[in-house]
């Protein structure tokens, strides 16, 4: 057996199990359920360059970001810039741009990562499930026919097959230009 077959030089004791190392998961477990904040992260984010804030596409009233704890590669979240917690808060303009973007969204998440469908949805409120309450969020999740298996329900754990630096340049790379 070669060296490179043979793991029983490395540390740990060798056995059947696969790893899934993500470290980048850790600044998310570090900062426990609920994050201290001390500013709203999408009143925040247009304010820095986009890669840095894994934004995607910026439109008049709103604009397109990855979620930085996504569900699936690929998750994208359409926010409004206005601080604004609830969809019937939002202005014509900003529904009829959160529609558009959504759109526009999932066509190029199709295109870039091959997707069979999608979950859209908006969480309003700590009630309802949203991790950032105070400020409406359309979320975009890409869905696969084989993306479910045994993680998410035995271990708590998701699989992304891919890093959100590398998923927000192709995404942002597809979006149309305006």
């Known amino acids: 057996m070669s060296e490179a077959e043979d793991a029983g030089h490395l540390a740990g004791v060798p056995d059947e199990f696969q790893r899934l190392w993500t470290p980048h998961r850790m600044a998310y477990i570090q900062a426990g359920p609920e994050p201290l904040r001390e500013e709203c992260p999408f009143c925040e984010a247009p304010k820095h360059p986009d890669a840095e804030r894994l934004i995607v596409a910026r439109g008049e009233t709103a604009y397109v970001l990855l979620n930085l704890f996504p569900y699936n590669s690929g998750h994208l979240l359409v926010c409004p810039y206005r601080h604004i917690a609830t969809y019937d808060e939002a202005s014509p303009e900003e529904v009829a741009e959160i529609g558009a973007l959504t759109q526009t969204g999932m066509r190029v998440l199709r295109e870039v990562s091959k997707c069979d469908g999608f979950n859209l949805g908006m969480n309003q409120g700590a009630v309802a499930g949203a991790g950032v309450d105070a400020h409406l969020h359309q979320h975009i999740v890409p869905r696969w026919r084989s993306d479910a298996n045994f993680f998410p329900i035995i271990a ?23």
């Open 156 to 178: 708590k754990t998701k699989a992304l097959p891919q890093l959100l630096g590398d998923v927000r340049e192709a995404v942002a790379n597809a979006w149309p230009a305006t």
